[in-house]
């Protein structure tokens, strides 16, 4: 009786050749990696616009998938990339202002000390000396603008990289949407769990991820659009700015915004337009500050959201590890953590049983039936 051959998964040349190969693939398109995240993210997001689309065009996949492109590059990439370059002219603005002393951020603490006298005890039981706040305030401010112009700088001499990243994300995320179903299968295939336990990994990174992304990206676009808005009703400068910093702050829990609008508020009545000032404090309470807490449960919903703080260091982590790209990269490699440990523990607790054995139904997914 002939012998059956040894499977490939125990043989040690293939699983070593399997690795190197693995290997050297990642460092060949390590460079490129950015431009691969985003067209998935994109193709995420976008898979709803792009059924819809598919569904006007009769099933055309490759139109389909061209037309949803189009529409991602105007009503998503090209404000984006308008809002970019206004920010970083109010950025350079603000430097010049603070350096020539025109605008100082430090105007406020001298304010609350007169308005306050005992406000200097108060801080210095907390071991802050008001008296040198206001130019530790003012060097920061202008310490951050500089970074921030410094950014710009350079971005502008690497325009033709940025360039080069942002066409290839484009093309990219047309095989995305066209062919996603077919990439997710392949990735099914290829993981060696169990199907049902591969079923609720995938499903759980998916509805964690897509909410995470949802439920910050979304909610800090919203409350850095009205706050941009009221900058720029009440006339104060660099408006576009200052949204984009409270779209970023955004990402802190209970305060977010509100570390830009509230000293904004403090310093037009500093100024003595105490009119702005407080038109400025009801808006902030009323529009940016309830944005968060009425869109979240409609964009999230309040059982597949991550806790805040959660979020708050995946991002922070994920910002200070590889820039723009980890405001979203952060949260989703958070939500792989937790959608593993997850089914980690309740296999662990179940003693080794399949989810069925156990009587939990794994979630239903699209896609067709694979071996894992």
Known sequence: MPQMPRPLSSHPFFLGL?????LAFAVLISGFWKAIFWAAVFGILFQPVHRAVSARLHGRASLAAGVT???????????????ASAMTREAAALYRRVQTGEFDPGEAVRWI???????????ARLGVDLQRLPEQISAAALTASQFIGSLALTAGQNVGTFLLQFFLML?????????????????????????EYEKRLFDKFAEVSRATIKGTLVIALVQGFLGGLIFAILGIQGAVFWG???????????????LVWVPAAIFLAVGGDWGKG?????????????????????????????????????????????GVTGLVLGPI?????????DM?????TGLGETPSARGVEPPDIDRPSGSG
């Open 18 to 22: 399997l690795a190197a190969a693995t």
């Open 69 to 83: 492109v189009v529409l991602i590059f105007f009503t998503v990439l090209v404000p984006a990339l308008l809002i």
């Open 113 to 123: 000390q007169q308005f306050l006298p005992q406000a200097g005890e108060w801080a």
């Open 171 to 195: 093309y990219l995320l047309f095989f995305v949407l066209r062919d996603g179903p077919r990439i997710v299968e392949l990735v099914h295939r290829a993981i060696p769990l169990p199907d």
């Open 244 to 258: 984009v910093v409270m779209a970023v702050l955004s990402f802190i829990p209970a305060v977010g915004a509100g």
């Open 278 to 322: 407080l038109v400025l404090t009801a808006y902030g309470i009323v529009a940016i500050g309830l944005a968060d807490n009425l869109l979240r449960p409609i964009l999230v919903g309040r059982d597949t959201r991550m806790p805040d703080y959660l979020v708050l260091v995946s991002t922070l982590g994920g910002l200070a590890l590889v």
């Open 333 to 341: 490699i958070a939500a792989l953590f937790i959608a593993s440990w």
């Open 344 to 348: 980690y523990a309740e296999d662990h």
